[in-house]
C-alpha cells in the first residue's frame, strides 16, 4: 500500500491490462491507426472515430468514447496490423469488411486531408481486407467528391 502511494506521489500509476482482442476492439484499433497513418491525430478523426463506433454498436457517446480508448491503447501495443487483420478477416462477412474499409475512408478525411501517408494505408487496407480492386476502387470514387487538395503540412 505504501509503495502505491509513492508511486501515485511520482506520477507513476500501473498501467491497466491490455483488454482482451475482440472483433469490436479489432475494427475499433484499425480506425485509429486509420487516424494515425499520417502521424496526426485530429480532434476531427478522433470525433469520426467515435461517430462510427456508436452509430456501429448502437453505443452512447461515453460507451463509444470508451470504445476508441481501448482501442487506442492496443493500437500502440500493437506492432503492425497483421493480428488485427487476422481477426476481422475470420470473423466479419465481405459486406462489412467492405463497410469498414468505407469507414477507414471517413476517417481519413474526417481532417479534409488525406496524406500520402493515409492513402498508402487505405491501399494496404483493401488488400489487407480482401476486398476486390473494383470494390477498392469504388470506395475511393465514393469518397473523392471529399477530398479537397490540402498541402502536405501538420498544424
Known amino acids: 500500500?505504501?509503495?502505491?502511494?509513492?508511486?501515485?506521489?511520482?506520477?507513476?500509476t500501473p498501467?491497466?491490462?491490455?483488454?482482451?482482442?475482440d472483433i469490436r476492439l479489432a475494427v475499433a484499433a484499425l480506425l485509429v491507426r486509420m487516424a494515425k497513418a499520417d502521424?496526426?491525430?485530429a480532434v476531427e478523426e478522433i470525433a469520426a472515430i467515435d461517430a462510427i463506433l456508436?452509430?456501429?454498436?448502437?453505443?452512447n457517446p461515453v460507451e463509444a468514447a470508451k470504445l476508441r480508448a481501448d482501442a487506442?491503447?492496443?493500437?500502440?501495443a500493437a506492432p503492425d496490423t497483421g493480428e488485427v487483420i487476422a481477426m476481422v478477416q475470420?470473423?466479419?462477412?465481405?459486406?462489412?469488411?467492405?463497410?469498414?474499409?468505407?469507414a477507414l475512408w471517413d476517417v481519413g478525411l474526417a481532417?479534409?486531408?488525406?496524406?500520402?501517408?493515409?492513402?498508402?494505408f487505405l491501399a494496404a487496407m483493401a488488400?489487407?481486407?480482401?476486398?476486390?480492386?473494383?470494390?477498392?476502387?469504388?470506395a475511393a470514387r465514393r469518397h473523392g467528391a471529399r477530398l479537397s487538395p490540402k498541402p502536405d503540412t501538420q498544424p
Open 111 to 120: 481532417d479534409r486531408a488525406l496524406r500520402p501517408q493515409e492513402q498508402a
Open 39 to 41: 502521424e496526426h491525430y
Open 15 to 21: 498501467e491497466a491490462p491490455l483488454p482482451r482482442l
Open 90 to 102: 475470420a470473423h466479419t462477412p465481405y459486406e462489412d469488411r467492405a463497410a469498414l474499409f468505407d
Open 72 to 76: 487506442e491503447r492496443i493500437e500502440a
Open 54 to 59: 456508436a452509430r456501429a454498436h448502437g453505443l
Open 1 to 12: 500500500m505504501f509503495n502505491a502511494l509513492i508511486a501515485r506521489l511520482k506520477g507513476h
Open 127 to 138: 488488400t489487407a481486407l480482401g476486398l476486390t480492386p473494383d470494390d477498392a476502387d469504388a
